[in-house]
């Protein structure tokens, strides 16, 4: 969206990002434009509501091999990996909290 102002004498225009359309139901984010959400700040879309999180540290690769039997030590490790996967999905609302 272009808009101009007359200043001196001299036409002056500029491009504006993030802007508001004219029936003031559609906020608009052009090239190079961004929504900064602040601290405490969330995005409600209906009824879902995002707020950002901080970037999940990575979840080391299982490193089992196919056997017949495991140690009871493997398999928590397992579990303990999966758990990790399931919070960190909860935390960005892929997936609902809860059993």
């Given at each position: 969206m272009a808009a101009s102002s007359f200043h001196g004498g001299v036409s002056m225009s500029y491009n504006v990002k993030v802007y508001r359309k004219q029936s003031g139901d559609e906020l608009v984010v052009a090239d190079g434009?961004?929504?900064t959400v602040e601290s405490g700040g969330s995005?409600?879309?209906d009824g879902d509501i995002f707020v950002p999180?901080?970037?999940q540290a990575p979840?080391?690769?299982v490193d089992l091999i196919a056997e017949e039997t495991y140690a009871a030590d493997q398999l928590q490790g397992v579990a303990d990996t999966v758990d990790s996967i399931l919070a960190a999905?909860?935390?960005v609302n892929i997936i609902d909290?809860?059993?």
């Open positions: 434009g961004k929504i995005i409600d879309y999180v901080d970037t979840i080391a690769d999905l909860r935390a909290s809860g059993a």
